[in-house]
């Protein structure tokens, strides 16, 4: 398979993921991809119940598979996309995808500076115990701001 068709399947898989329903009548997620030229994110996903709570996410997908100890996602992101992300000022997040199993992502968070991701940790599977421990983080996130811009020289 095509560099870029592992790529692509990744980003049609991504958004399956963030979208179980987990139990409720709607998903705690709306995924909206940003285009293929966007730099850096792929989507921009909103709170289902709080539109205006986002983050931003980078699909990594692969058909590489795991290394062996510990084990990790063979799935790299380059220093300059780790930087991006850090000076993003919202929540930013990698996704590795596990192409062959298609049913399998895992979640880093990349908002404090670090070194780039030579492979993925296994430690954050994306399930409906991790959607909605996401939700409550991104909710307690949004909910602590202000974001008004008060002093904007463009008011009446």
Known sequence: MARDDIGERGQWLFPILMTEL??????????????DKYPTFDFIIELVDHPAYYFFVQVKATLQGYTKDPVRLKVQVSQDDIDRMVACPAPSYVVGIDV??????????????????????????????????LQDEFHAFWSNRDMVLAASRFRE
């Open 22 to 35: 987990c139990g409720r009548p709607e998903p705690y997620f709306r995924p909206r991809f940003l285009g």
């Open 100 to 133: 062959e199993t298609m049913k399998v992502g895992y979640l880093l968070s990349v908002n404090d500076p670090r070194p780039h991701v030579a492979s993925l940790t296994t430690r954050f599977p994306i399930s409906c115990d991790t959607l909605r421990q």
